[in-house]
């Protein structure tokens, strides 16, 4: 050929192989799509310290976080769970050849083990109360009994499924005040999606990190990410910086925080909506008298512009509430807020020292403001009042908030029988016929029904303005775009429930064909 002929030739060629590839690549994109792979390292920054990586005793947010993706709950070990036909007996039989991170196999006697632990008052386990009154039986190897005192048709989806199992052989020897100085205690043997790989510390002695790999014993299905590395901050603002600086790849907020606007890398910000709620509670006992006028705590409410605190406190990720729960309407007429009454009223509200409750105290002082009504803040230390407000009811009125399980089981947070430390009844509220649908919605194990009865307790608690209902604030999480798996449309109670799908999430990814 002449080099004229060559020079076409080699075009001709060049054109088709590309056209090839093109049309490869084409076919490929249209049949098929990207899933998540195995693999990959996601760093997770946590604003706390682990002191116990235990979920019978644990201490801090990074204790408890780790312990959900190390430990297994009897939920999840359960190969069936059986009611007795008078609900008060569950009898939980555990699935086959299920192992513990150290190789020994997990049976019915960790699972008492774990229930005397929580039940030894001596421990002070946060569970202890969860688990009062109900006996625990061996039956069998794979097989132990539930004894509850009164039917409660909760309890598969509330303790069972938080009742995360420890290791019999590892800790029965050694004293519970002994368990955090052990080595288990940052790296503890559990039947999780993840075991403890290893963890750092700086010359001061605070952990920076720890580090978590694919459990290949866990039962369950395999979390597609190999390597969860946590490291630990102080605050927001720690936060993200580290994210900025490209030191983690994750971070979660339990309330929305202005410092996000900071943020200069790209991210993916997800706002899940929660169970818990925030209110100025009021203490019958100790609050003026004018208070204890139900058109005074209307207007009061009234007054308080709700949608604004959600706008400006939270960023506009929340829900405005006037009840427990968001079935509740509000019971308040706009009309509330132009009674003369509350002209020269003087009130005191205690407010824990977190920057989003100060600014939420500093908008309904002005709020109230509008009216005539002098409103001075008490603004604690968290550990002040959980201490020795809550404990002495020492305030008239107080900002704070509850936290409920999905089921929204609002007992002990409402029922008279809960008015007096250590129960949770903060505005010391009393009415006999909420207390009688309080007990039937435990007891009531149709859904139907329940979802009826949780409106007409809420609507009934709201109108009797026991407390003034603000807000249900979003749980914030930040993660890098190549974060994938992770449900944006899940609600959730605690901070670690961001971790309840942590087998679905991945960072890798490969195409498949359709």
């Known amino acids: 050929m002449t080099s004229r002929e060559r020079f076409v030739f ?24 990207l899933v998540g792979d195995t693999g990959g390292e996601l760093r997770e920054g946590i604003a706390s310290q682990p002191v116990i990586i235990n979920p019978v005793i644990p201490v801090t947010q990074a204790d408890r976080d780790i312990s959900q993706l190390v430990y297994s709950s009897v939920d999840d070990l ?23 991170s150290d190789g020994q196999k997990l049976t019915a006697d960790d699972v008492v083990f ?53 290791p019999e052989h590892i800790f029965a020897n ?8 052990s080595v288990y205690a940052l790296k503890p043997v559990g039947s999780g999606p993840y075991i403890a790989d290893d963890y750092s510390t700086a010359p001061d002695g605070t952990i920076t990190s720890v580090t978590l790999a694919a459990n290949n014993r866990y039962f369950g299905t395999a979390p597609n990410i190999s390597t969860l ?7 927001p603002q720690s936060l993200v910086a580290a994210y900025n600086a490209g030191q983690i790849d994750s971070f979660g ?115 109230w403001a509008t009216a005539g009504i002098s409103l001075a803040l008490n603004i604690l230390p968290v550990e ?3 201490e020795d407000t809550l404990k002495n009811s020492n305030y008239s009125l107080l900002l704070f908030g509850n936290i409920t399980d999905s089921n929204q089981d609002l007992f002990a947070f409402w029922d008279s029988s809960q008015r007096f430390y250590p129960d949770q009844n903060l505005s010391l509220y009393s009415n006999k016929s909420v207390d009688a649908a309080l007990e039937q919605y435990r007891s009531t194990f149709d859904p139907t029904q329940r ?53 679905s999430w991945y960072i890798n990814t490969k195409r498949v064909f359709r």
Not at 144 to 158: I, K, M, R
Request: a negative charge; proline letters at 6%; charged letters at 10%.
């Open 253 to 367: 907020l339990s309330t929305y925080d202005p410092v996000i606007s900071n943020l200069a890398v790209r991210y993916t910000p997800y706002y899940l909506n929660t169970y818990r709620y925030y209110a100025v509670f009021i203490n019958p006992a100790t609050a003026p008298q004018q208070l204890q006028d139900i058109k005074v705590r209307s207007a009061l409410s009234a007054l308080i512009d709700r949608t604004a605190l959600v706008n400006d406190v939270l960023g506009g990720h929340g829900q405005v509430l006037y009840g427990p729960t968001t079935l509740a309407q509000n019971p308040v007429s706009a009309t509330s807020s132009t009674s003369t009454l509350l002209n020269g009223l003087s009130l005191q509200l205690t407010v824990p020292d977190d920057p989003f409750l100060v600014k939420t105290a500093d908008m309904i002082q002005a709020d």
């Open 174 to 181: 050694i004293p519970v005040q002994n368990w955090h100085l």
């Open 451 to 503: 979802a009826q009865l949780l409106e007409t307790i809420s609507n009934k608690i709201a109108s009797d303005l026991p407390a003034i209902f603000l807000y249900s604030p979003d749980y914030l999480y930040i993660a890098t775009p190549t974060l994938g798996g992770f449900s944006g449309t899940k609600y959730i109670s605690v901070a670690s429930d961001r971790f309840s799908d942590i087998t």
């Open 78 to 100: 359960a190969d069936s769970i059986t009611l007795s036909p008078d609900n008060r007996t569950y009898t939980v039989r555990l699935k086959q050849n299920v192992f513990w």
């Open 114 to 166: 774990t229930m005397q632990a929580i039940q030894n008052p001596d421990n002070n386990s946060p569970l202890y109360r969860s688990f009062e009154g109900v006996q625990v039986t061996r039956v069998s190897a794979l097989e132990v009994t539930f004894s509850l005192p009164a039917p409660y048709a909760f309890f598969q989806q509330n303790q069972l499924q938080n009742m995360l199992i420890i």
């Open 10 to 33: 080699y075009v001709a060629l060049l054109v088709a192989i590309v056209s090839a590839v093109a049309i490869t690549v084409i076919y490929v994109q249209t049949n098929s799509y």
């Open 229 to 235: 590395v946590f490291k630990f901050y102080q605050d």
């Open 384 to 386: 002040t009042i959980q």
